[in-house]
Structures are given as structure tokens and as C-alpha cells.
């Protein structure tokens, strides 16, 4: 069984959602491109590249360039599903991707194994002609790219095994660098005079004479915090401690977890006798996104931290089967752990109250019916009284818009799927809303017998929307879905 990285939104989670076309690539089967490269040349800022699963090898799959584009490139089931096979050699140079083109934080590369990369010599005009051989999956000269969620592993370089940065400011996030060589220095990652930020990583393993896993020079400021760091590294929340990784020299790099760690090979959670230190590790200002609980209330670092197959936190004991009202961190109890979560959080959470969407996958055929899961919760220590938004001619609680603004569907209903139109939340309560949006016969309208507003492959923005009903103030959170 195959699992969609899903994407959750929350009030003050994540930035701005960018509109564009949605360009597929699938190697072997029908898509608007074949190759990753193809797909890149014929996009435009904003747009999306979304790979199929598959291992991607070949012209047009390696040697990647964003060209300076704006756009993301990602993968559609993440990183153990897409790889990016280099297939590099040193009389067959390559590597997976070339940032050199000024590219900052809106070119986001996210979800793919990058491996056997041999980069391609950069070779000096003046005797005695040297070349050097930088960042064997991915080098940047330069540029300021996004990086997350990605595996890089079993590259080679004579600087930078894994990734080079010279110059530049590039954000490295949620990334396992793990089993890259460098001839000279920077067996995981080679950093230039750059001021490269990397947060709630993984690099271990890695081998180099000199700075193994990472490896400073020059005049630039990189900054390394909330990453397991093998040898130690200074920076705000590092750790030195072996990850436990599940099966790595099968390319399973998911944490062991005595509460449960995901088996893609099996499709289901597995207990093992040890639990990574990395769990619940990672900068605690960075959402969890769709971590299953119980998920300490905290980030895991690593590839998979703040997707579905985030690995479990465990307390000593096996998850409690019932969830606990107040329970933040999900070790069966509500004490001051839980408490110092909220206060951490306090003045994120509008008014300590807390609005949640979330879909069942992040990408769907044409005519399957979209699931949505809208929650919020009473952070505070007094009862609220929520209530849906007084919209149009009737109470309006979910709406989808295209990468227009237009919008193609509202959920109007008498009887809403909270339950009430108006509702009281006591100190730590949450209440659920479930809905399904039928996007071929359903456009939302409260006669319901024409679908005034046809949907077609794009992207869509689905919005939920509650009212606090004492200060009047209004909290939209939302999730973007593709659909092909």
C-alpha cells in the first residue's frame, strides 16, 4: 500500500499557497511529460512539477535544472516512492540537481531520493587545469533553493558527497543526508561561503578526511540547529546520537519507534525493541503537520518528520487507546509536559483558539470524491462559543476556489457538519467536522441540481471557516489539492 504525503493546514503554519498549472511526469505511463527536465522547461513560476512514482534515471532525469524558475518540484507519494538514480560514474559524470541560475525560496525541491550521483568536473582555464568535482546529488552556486523532505544517499564527490553550497542563502529542512563520500571535505554536505540554513535534519554516516558530515569555508554564516549531527555540531537543539534507522542499507530510513514505526513494505505500523532519539526532536516551532499521534506535540527530524509516516513518540509504555482531552503530547497524560507545548505556542494559536483542515490525500484523480477533516479546539482555560459563518444566503462552512480565486464550490446545509450551527467548547475541548465534496455533481449550492462551476486537472484551494461568536472574529484555515 502506497501512502500520499498529505498536506495540513493550520492558522499560521505555513506561508502564502501559490497557484499555477500542475505539470505530471511519470516515466512509464501517461502524463504530460516523461522526463523531469521536459516538465521544468515547460513551466512558468507558480506552476508545479508533480513526479510520479517510479526510479527516474537517464537524460532528462539527472543533471536536473530549475533554470531560475519559481516553480516546486515534488514528488506525489514521497521519498521512498521517487528516486532520482544519477547513475554516475567516473567515465559517466552526473548528478541529480543544478542550482546556479539565482534561484531563492520559491524554486522548493521536496520529496525525492537523490542517489549515485559522480558529479560533472568544474575545470579551471589556467595550468595546471584543475577540476573539481562538487556536490555529487545536488550543488548550488549562488542560488537560495528549498530543500525538504528529500533522502540523499550513496553520492560521491571530491567536495560536498551529498550537497555543495557556495554562496547563496538555501534552506535545507526535514532531509536524511546519510552514506555520501567526499574525496576531500564535506562528505554529507560542503558549505562555501554561504549562509545555508539547515533544520531538523539527519546527516550521518557520511565519510570525508576532513568535516565528514559537514564542512564550513569561507566567509558565509550557516546556521545547523534541531539535526542529528553524527560528531556533534554546534548550533540551537543538535544532537549526537545514532538515528536508528529502520533498514538503511535497503533504503528504508524511517525511524524505529517502540510506539510504532510505518513499513512501507508491509503498509502497516510495526514496534521495534528501540526508539530514536530523533523522534520528537526537531525545532518545536515547526508544525507537525500530519504526524500521527501520538506525535509528542513536536517535529521528528529526518525525511519523513511531519508526514503521515513520521514514526510514533513513545513514553514508556504502548499509545493509550483512547485520546485524552488536553493531551497534547500524546503520552496518556495531561500534566505540565502538555502545558508547556501550549504556552510554547500561545500566541500562534489566535486567541488560544486552534483551527485545523486537513484532506485524505494531497492529489486526486478526476472524479473522486475529496474527504475533509476541519477541527478546532479550545486552547484556553475558558468555555467559547463557535459558530459557522453567516455567508451569503445560508450558513457557509467549507468553499473551493481554483488558482484564480473563482470559487467552484460552497457547502451550504441546513443541518451542518459540526453538528450545530452555533456550538460551546469547554476549556481544552475540540470538536470535529466531516464533510465529502463530490467534485463532478456537487457544486454546493442549496438546489443541488446543476454544477454550475465544472472542475478540471488544476490546483484548488479548499478553505474552512468558523466564527467566534464573542469577538465576532473570523479564523479561514486552508489546504491546496491537486487534481489530475
Not at 22 to 30: E, P
Not at 134 to 157: F, Q
Not at 178 to 183: E, K, L, M, T
Amino acid at each position: 500500500m502506497k501512502r500520499a504525503i498529505v498536506v495540513i493546514a493550520a492558522v499560521l503554519a505555513w506561508g502564502g499557497v501559490s497557484y499555477g498549472r500542475i505539470i505530471t511526469v511519470d516515466d512509464d505511463g501517461l502524463a504530460d511529460f516523461n522526463t523531469i527536465q521536459a516538465a521544468i522547461d515547460d513551466s512558468n513560476d507558480g506552476d508545479t512539477v508533480l513526479v510520479a512514482d517510479g526510479i527516474y534515471t537517464g537524460a532528462g532525469n539527472r543533471d536536473i535544472d530549475f533554470h531560475g524558475k519559481a516553480i516546486t518540484v515534488r514528488s506525489e507519494n514521497g521519498p521512498e516512492n521517487c528516486i532520482i538514480d544519477c547513475n554516475g560514474s567516473e567515465t559517466n559524470k552526473h548528478r541529480g540537481f543544478h542550482f546556479h541560475s539565482g534561484e531563492d525560496c520559491d524554486s522548493a525541491l521536496i520529496g525525492f531520493t537523490i542517489t549515485n550521483g559522480y558529479p560533472p568536473g568544474e575545470c579551471r582555464p589556467v595550468p595546471p587545469f584543475p577540476c573539481f568535482y562538487l556536490g555529487g546529488a545536488i550543488r548550488c552556486k549562488e542560488a537560495s533553493p528549498t530543500i525538504s523532505h528529500c533522502i540523499i544517499t550513496g553520492n560521491w564527490a571530491k567536495k560536498g558527497g551529498g550537497i555543495y553550497f557556495e554562496g547563496g542563502a538555501p534552506k535545507v529542512s526535514n532531509c536524511t543526508i546519510a552514506g555520501n563520500h567526499a574525496v576531500d571535505w564535506g562528505g554529507g554536505i560542503a558549505v562555501n561561503s554561504s549562509d545555508a540554513e539547515i533544520s531538523n535534519c539527519i546527516i550521518w554516516g557520511n565519510s570525508a578526511p576532513s568535516g565528514p558530515q559537514i564542512y564550513n569555508s569561507g566567509s558565509g554564516s550557516p546556521t545547523v540547529a534541531y539535526s542529528d549531527v553524527q560528531g556533534g555540531w554546534a548550533g540551537a537543539g543538535n544532537i549526537d546520537a545514532d538515528p536508528c534507522f529502520a533498514d538503511p542499507n535497503n533504503g528504508d530510513y524511517h525511524l524505529k519507534s517502540q510506539a510504532g514505526r510505518w513499513d512501507p513494505n508491509s503498509g502497516d505500523w510495526v514496534i521495534d525493541e528501540v526508539t530514536s532519539l530523533c523522534i520528537d526532536a526537531g525545532d518545536p516551532m515547526t508544525p507537525i503537520s500530519l504526524e500521527t499521534f501520538p506525535n509528542g506535540g513536536r517535529i521528528n527530524m529526518g525525511a519523513y518528520g511531519g508526514t503521515g509516516e513520521a514514526s510514533k513518540s513513545y513514553f514508556g509504555q504502548q499509545p493509550c487507546g483512547l485520546i485524552v482531552a488536553g493531551d497534547v503530547n500524546g503520552d496518556c497524560t495531561v500534566n505540565f509536559l502538555d502545558f508547556r507545548i501550549m504556552a510554547l505556542h500561545w500566541l500562534e494559536s489566535k486567541d488560544a483558539i486552534e483551527y485545523y483542515i486537513q484532506t485524505d490525500k494531497a492529489v486526486y484523480n478526476l472524479g473522486e470524491n475529496v474527504e475533509i477533516l476541519y477541527s478546532v479546539t479550545n486552547m484556553s482555560g475558558n468555555p467559547v462559543d463557535i459558530g459557522m459563518v453567516l455567508n451569503c444566503y445560508y450558513w457557509c462552512h467549507f468553499m473551493v476556489t481554483d488558482d484564480h480565486n473563482t470559487d467552484i464550490w460552497q457547502h451550504f446545509r441546513i443541518i451542518p457538519p459540526c453538528g450545530d450551527i452555533m456550538f460551546s467548547l469547554d476549556a481544552y475541548e475540540s470538536r470535529e467536522c466531516q464533510i465529502s465534496w463530490d467534485m463532478i455533481s456537487d457544486n454546493g449550492t442549496f438546489f443541488e441540481h446543476d454544477d454550475d462551476y465544472p472542475v478540471g486537472p488544476g490546483s484548488y484551494n479548499i478553505t474552512g471557516e468558523l466564527e467566534r461568536l464573542d469577538g465576532g472574529e473570523r479564523f479561514p484555515v486552508s489546504v491546496s489539492i491537486i487534481i489530475l
